[in-house]
Nanobody, 131 residues
Framework: QVQLLESGGGSVQAGGSLRLSCKFSGSTASTYYIGWFRQPPGKEREGVAVLWTAGGTTTYYADSVKGRFTLSQDTNTNTLYLQMNSLKPEDTSVYSC???????????????????????WGQGTQVTVSS
């Protein structure tokens, strides 16, 4: 079972930046999906950015964050980072880190939209962007 511990949420004004961190442990899988999801108030959980480690690294981004958010991984410390720039009020949400080591291959749509495919979740961290 993968353990995920998030940090880095907070409050910022529109146009500002935040970096979220997700330290993961408990898995020896060589390939996995890991990424960030968010659930805005009154809406369903949605994928923000997901990384797939098979055959190198493939990263998927939601259209709403492309060009503003960057997902990266430090394999030495097993930490996933989400750098969020040019934040907008609509980015306000609880952000959760999630991982899946069981599904061999996902399409991009599944990686970002298949919330039910992810077997391990962090506790979430609040991001609030004020206008």
């Amino acid at each position: 079972q993968v353990q995920l511990l998030e940090s880095g949420g907070g409050s910022v004004q529109a146009g500002g930046s935040l970096r979220l961190s997700c330290k993961f442990s408990g898995s020896t899988a060589s390939t996995y999906y890991i990424g960030w999801f968010r659930q805005p108030p009154g809406k369903e959980r949605e994928g923000v950015a997901v990384l797939w480690t098979a055959g190198g690294t493939t990263t998927y981004y939601a259209d709403s964050v492309k060009g503003r958010f960057t997902l990266s991984q430090d394999t030495n410390t097993n930490t996933l980072y989400l750098q969020m720039n040019s934040l907008k009020p609509e980015d306000t949400s609880v952000y959760s880190c999630a991982a899946d080591t069981l599904t061999p291959v996902m399409t991009a749509m599944q990686a970002l939209g298949g919330v039910h495919l992810y077997t391990s979740w962090g506790q979430g961290t609040q991001v609030t962007v004020s206008s």
